[in-house]
């Protein structure tokens, strides 16, 4: 994703919905809905279940290493950024954009049992009960992956720069060893730079486009290369910048194809299929099927049921759906909102919290869940919601704090509801943010609560809250399953 060209969110939030076909972009610009950056783990499949919300696919473009894929490239544990719509109540809403790129590739190189940790391509992963892994077999947490084995890590690094995985794979066949990460130290004499513990060689790299043309540290990067055993470096093929949807200091996506900002498929911004800005489907500006400009249907300047010129369905000129002239979906022109997830990495002020290398500003009138402002330390895992500012500042409306996996349950589902789910009898509590996946021989790609049946063995991630067991994961295992508290999940 890193080789296209940028732009401000304050200006893309009609770029957003440029993504695709027309026909997408009127979906989902239904008055009340809020055009929204998500960046998260993706908790279930059939859509793309992201920090609590059900996000619509089907008019949606994946982005997967920086080429079309599609939803089954996605596996439950993954970090995407998607682009799109959230409807009125915020637990739906459709996507125009899903994005993945995995933190790291590469071969294990060392395993630390005693501290839960593995290192790739010179990177500290940890991994935890939330670990969502796709390696092959049962198997306990540190004896997943042997010394040596190409593997993939997706999660967010932490204020130490470790990367807390919440997926641990086997890395795809033909796939390049890439890392993301910030520059430590840079030598331009020779070519060399490091990112925590690995160092790069980009001497021989083939593409290279990096602000001021040259890594500097403190850059967020994004390799591709293969690994010289001899020197035990990454010899680099290309490096980009890492915007990854967002910038320290704001908000930016990306159009695709080589796009400039606001156009589709090599139009220029503003239009669609070739067609001047303002023009639909060969038609001049303001003119559809054929119509001169200001009519629709062979109706001339002065609307269409009891509309003003220029608007359509009472709205005012330049609005579309009740919207302010420049706004999308009930947003005034420059507005968007950004919901992004993370560990703590830095408090740079009493006024500022740093989570996943984005700054994020808070305010009098920002609220917490599960904790207060008291509560902001570094390595705290926590869900942001924010509005972007016209000048791309992302200030923080909502921050919650998250909790890890602490017990492990085994049974047979008697029943499920929205929010609930009754294992042996035993009722347990559902969230928006309960992730699912289905082990079993059916191998499900998409399946979320509703696929669960009565009868159904299950595998009960969660923890207590006062009274309160909360469901963090649900695991669909085979009938012969059987449970080993030392036994991690498949």
């Not at 770029?15 to 997408?24: P, T």
Request: aromatic letters at 4%.
């Amino acid at each position: 994703m890193n080789a296209w060209k940028t732009a401000a969110m304050t200006g893309a939030a009609v770029s957003i919905i440029a993504v695709g076909s027309s026909e997408q972009a009127a979906a989902g610009i239904d008055a009340g809905g809020t055009s929204r950056m998500s960046k998260g783990t993706v908790t279930a499949l059939g859509g793309v279940h992201v920090n609590g919300v059900h996000f619509n696919t089907d008019a949606a473009r994946f982005l997967i290493d920086g080429v079309d894929g599609a939803e089954t490239d996605l596996e439950v544990g993954k970090v995407v950024t998607v682009l799109g719509v959230i409807d009125t109540g915020g637990e739906t809403g459709k996507a125009y954009l899903v994005v993945y790129d995995p933190v790291v590739r590469g071969p294990v190189d060392a395993i630390d049992p005693a501290r839960a940790e593995i290192t790739v391509l010179g990177q500290t992963v940890v991994v935890n009960a939330d670990t969502s892994y796709a390696l092959g077999g049962d198997h306990t947490v540190l004896t997943a992956a042997a010394l040596g084995e190409d593997v993939e890590v997706s999660g967010y690094r932490d204020a130490y720069g470790r990367i807390v995985a919440s997926y641990l794979g086997t890395m795809p066949a033909a796939s390049a060893y890439t890392i993301e990460g910030v520059v430590t130290s840079s030598d331009p004499a020779t070519m060399t730079f490091a990112i925590d513990g690995l160092e790069v060689d980009y001497s021989r790299s083939a593409y290279i486009d990096v602000p001021g043309g040259m890594p500097g540290v403190g850059q967020r990067l994004e390799i591709a290369g293969t690994k010289d055993p001899s020197a035990g470096r990454l010899e680099a093929s290309r490096v980009v910048a890492d915007t990854d949807g967002i910038d320290a200091g704001g908000v930016t996506w990306q159009p695709v194809d080589g796009i400039d900002a606001g156009g589709t498929d090599g139009i220029d911004a503003g239009g669609i299929d070739g067609i001047d800005a303002g023009g639909i489907d060969g038609i001049d500006a303001g003119g559809i099927d054929g119509i001169d400009a200001g009519g629709i249907n062979g109706i001339d300047a002065g609307g269409i049921d009891g509309i003003d010129a220029g608007g359509i369905d009472g709205i005012d000129a330049g609005g579309i759906d009740g919207i302010d002239a420049g706004g999308i979906n009930g947003i005034d022109a420059g507005g968007i909102s950004a919901e992004i997830e993370g560990h703590i990495q830095a408090l740079p002020g009493a006024t500022a919290v740093t989570v996943d290398g984005t700054e994020l500003q808070l305010a009098a009138e920002t609220q917490f869940v599960n904790g207060d402002a008291a509560d902001l330390a570094l390595n705290s895992k926590v869900e942001v919601t924010g509005s972007v500012t016209a000048g791309g500042v992302i200030i923080a409306e909502r921050i919650e704090f998250e909790r890890h996996a602490e017990e492990r349950l085994l049974g047979r589902v008697d029943s499920v509801r929205d929010d609930s789910i009754v294992v042996d009898g035993v009722s347990l509590g559902l969230t928006a943010e309960t992730s699912y996946r289905d082990l079993s021989a059916a191998a499900a790609h998409r399946f979320t609560a509703r696929d669960l049946s009565a009868g159904d063995r299950v595998e009960i991630l969660g923890y207590r809250a006062g009274d309160r067991f909360i469901v963090t994961r649900v695991d669909r295992r085979d009938p012969v399953y059987g449970f080993d508290p030392a036994t991690a999940d498949d």
